[in-house]
């Protein structure tokens, strides 16, 4: 279970434990528990009802494995509940191979032997068997006027054949139009801060490069982008996760809190839209967390490759992160927002401090293809974001998604975001995400279940289901997944089984 770390510690299934003064192991406060909990004053008994409450949060993934629970006393107090409640409760998770007590470090949460799983590697595959749907990647088909924006870009290509076609920080017109729009969007930009990458993936790479080095303490959400994940754990970085709820979104009493108890050198968020859950981040919770962030000195990089995709909402969207931070980096891309095949994205750093960041990227980019930027520039003058054509479409496909499983696997509970491009699914006590998944593929259906997206384990009560193709593949993806469920339950035919969800909890649950 434990492995031998160089890196000052003991490495955990993943979570480090630092052998120093200033201690790795992350803590769950007793009020942040409380509010997962909530109240079970009328709950008899008491301590299964908590039990069984714990042990939902653990395996969610909302408090962390690894992460250390509050004392009894102090759980006691939060609660209102006996101590004896409590005791009895903590006992039955320690039977269940929940929680795990030691001696110096107290009551950690954990997982049955067997039942780990952690963020890592690629969410989908690169080689999906003809037939077959595919649901592991959350992008949709170029946008009508695609062809068009090419034949726009060929005609001002001649214009850069002269040079050898490295241009390491960019079109400049690119450059001006995506300051602008950050500009327009509330963060004042100019083009010296905007480099231009090989897509949005390799900016996240530069920025890891740029600001993460071996044994650094890292914060990143919980559940998160498996492919930050990655290349953080590839840097040698110590993750510390905060917690982000599909219904609540951020708990920003414990991510403050985790914030200056840490001292971390970097923070990496999804505000906007967040992948898998679709949370967005409100305006005071920006500048809530922000704050905390610049207080203790930790740099931020903000992903927003997703930010553009409102697909429509009561008020306005929030301003961007980097409004409230101004030192933060930000991630963008076109690959969401117009087409992946562009394989365009850019970093916007803080004034001043573009050599670093263009050090680190010629290592692995000296260049994107000067077309696409001409392709995306064309584009972006037509719409920073989809077209309310494309926004039609994907709206069209979201709902036939949410009707489907609302008559195919009513049990699931669902939370609809406001945009973005995945459902972020909670099933049934007798489903697990990742046996779904694997029944799934028998069915001609390629989908990535809940632990994908956890950081130290757990998510396996989770699936992510991205709503990109057009409605009928939608409404057939759910039926094959029902099939799936039903052979994952042992039954002959599709459905849920009775009792499993209250009505007021079924899907859809429209935010």
């Known amino acids: 279970m434990a492995s031998s770390s160089d890196r000052s510690g003991l490495e955990i299934e993943g979570h480090f434990w630092d052998s120093g003064p200033m201690s790795a ?21 008491a301590y299964r009802t908590l039990a069984d409450s714990l042990r939902r949060a653990i395996a969610d993934g909302r408090v962390p494995v690894g992460a250390r629970l509050p004392s009894e006393r102090d759980l006691t107090t939060a609660l209102g509940l006996s101590r004896t409640t409590v005791s009895r409760a903590y006992d039955v998770l320690r ?23 952690r963020a890592g590697g690629p969410i989908f595959h690169a080689m999906v068997p003809e037939g077959a749907i595919d649901l592991t990647c959350a992008a949709t088909r170029a946008p009508a006027g695609a062809l068009d924006a090419y034949e726009r870009a060929l005609e001002r290509l001649p214009g850069y054949l002269a040079g050898p076609g490295y241009l390491t920080v960019g079109v400049p017109e690119l450059r001006e139009l995506v300051a602008r729009r950050y500009t327009e969007r509330g963060a004042p930009t100019t083009p010296d801060q905007v480099i231009v990458t090989s897509g949005s993936l390799t900016a996240l790479g530069i920025a890891v490069r740029t600001l993460v080095g071996r044994g650094d303490r890292v914060l990143v959400e919980e559940p998160s982008y498996p492919n930050t994940v990655t290349m953080l754990r590839d840097a040698g970085a110590r993750l510390t996760t905060v917690p982000v709820d599909p219904r609540d979104g951020w708990d920003l009493d414990e991510a403050t809190a985790t914030v200056a108890r840490t001292g971390a050198r970097a923070a990496f968020l999804i505000p906007d839209f967040h992948n898998p859950t679709g949370a967005l981040l ?49 991630v963008g891309g076109a690959s969401k927002s117009h087409w992946g095949g562009l394989r365009v994205g850019w970093l916007r750093v803080p004034p001043g401090e573009s050599a670093r960041f263009v ?36 709206r069209a496909s979201r709902d036939a998604l949410v009707a489907a499983l609302g008559t195919h696997l009513p049990d699931l509970v669902v939370r609809v975001p406001r945009g973005g491009l995945t459902l972020w699914c909670r099933l049934p006590d007798d489903l697990s995400g990742s046996a779904l998944a694997h029944a799934a593929a028998d069915e001609g259906l390629v989908v990535a279940a809940g632990p994908r997206f956890a950081v130290h384990g757990g998510l396996d009560g989770w699936l992510r289901l991205p709503y990109v193709l057009p409605p009928a593949e939608m409404t057939e993806a759910v039926v094959r997944l029902a099939r799936a469920a039903a052979r994952v339950r042992g039954t002959d035919r599709p459905g849920p089984r009775a009792g499993r969800a209250a009505a007021s909890e079924r899907c859809p649950i429209v935010a």
């Open 25 to 45: 192991t992350q803590l769950v406060g007793a009020p942040r528990l409380a509010r997962l909990v909530g109240d079970l004053s009328q709950e008899r008994p």
């Open 95 to 117: 039977e269940a191979g929940y929680l795990d007590s030691r001696r110096g470090s107290g009551t950690l949460a954990a997982l049955p032997h067997g039942t780990h799983h």
């Open 282 to 330: 409100d305006d005071d919770g920006r500048r809530r967390l922000a704050s905390a962030l610049v207080r203790s000195g930790t740099v931020t990089v903000v992903d927003e490759t997703i930010a553009e995709m409102d697909l429509g909402g009561p008020g306005a969207l929030p301003l961007p992160f980097a409004a409230h931070a101004p030192r933060a980096v930000t």
């Open 359 to 394: 050090d680190a990227k010629v290592l692995s980019d000296l260049g994107a293809p000067v077309l696409e930027q001409l392709v995306l520039a064309e584009l972006l003058r037509v719409s920073p974001g989809p077209t309310p054509e494309h926004r039609d479409d994907l």
